[in-house]
């Protein structure tokens, strides 16, 4: 398995410390994180973080699939890392737990669907799901 910095560097992307801190940071998280949240995990690995940097290395780890954006119901939105291929996530909506799930054909063939129906061409998708993880749905 190809590490997150060989990815980096095989793109041709140096891997510094704010870098490498952001990457570490997101590799140890078990559930997303906001962009201030990395800032300050990762402070504590490289003091010199800055939030441009978190929001620069975030942008970069997505466009190479290296992490998905959480997209939360305020608005706004949250980084974990990703697994290889087509996937997506369900999301507790008291705890933020999440959890990856395969893409299916049947997105692919809605996606056909509305390409058809609306005349557009579709580029890219987001399918996320809330709900209770079992614990949450434990202490109800």
């Given at each position: 398995m190809v590490s997150w910095e060989d990815r980096l560097t095989e793109a041709g992307f140096r891997i510094t410390a704010p870098r490498r801190a952001v990457i570490q940071?997101?590799?140890?998280?078990?559930?997303?994180?906001?962009p201030q949240d990395i800032l300050e995990r990762g402070?504590?690995?490289?003091?010199?973080?800055?939030?441009?940097?978190?929001?620069?290395?975030?942008?970069?780890?997505?466009?190479?699939?290296?992490?998905?954006?959480v997209h939360w119901s305020d608005g706004c939105h949250a980084y974990i890392a990703a697994s290889p291929g087509h996937r997506h996530h369900v999301v507790c909506r008291r705890c933020g737990r999440t959890v990856e799930f395969p893409g299916s054909e049947e997105v692919a063939a809605l996606i056909a669907d509305v390409e058809r129906a609306?005349?557009?061409?579709?580029?890219?998708?987001?399918?996320?799901?809330?709900?209770?993880?079992?614990?949450?749905?434990?202490?109800?």
């Amino acid at each position: 398995m190809v590490s997150w910095e060989d990815r980096l560097t095989e793109a041709g992307f140096r891997i510094t410390a704010p870098r490498r801190a952001v990457i570490q940071v997101l590799q140890e998280a078990d559930a997303p994180l906001a962009p201030q949240d990395i800032l300050e995990r990762g402070g504590g690995l490289h003091t010199e973080l800055g939030l441009t940097t978190v929001y620069r290395t975030v942008a970069l780890l997505a466009e190479l699939d290296l992490v998905r954006r959480v997209h939360w119901s305020d608005g706004c939105h949250a980084y974990i890392a990703a697994s290889p291929g087509h996937r997506h996530h369900v999301v507790c909506r008291r705890c933020g737990r999440t959890v990856e799930f395969p893409g299916s054909e049947e997105v692919a063939a809605l996606i056909a669907d509305v390409e058809r129906a609306t005349d557009y061409r579709i580029e890219e998708h987001l399918l996320q799901l809330f709900g209770l993880c079992p614990l949450c749905r434990d202490d109800e």
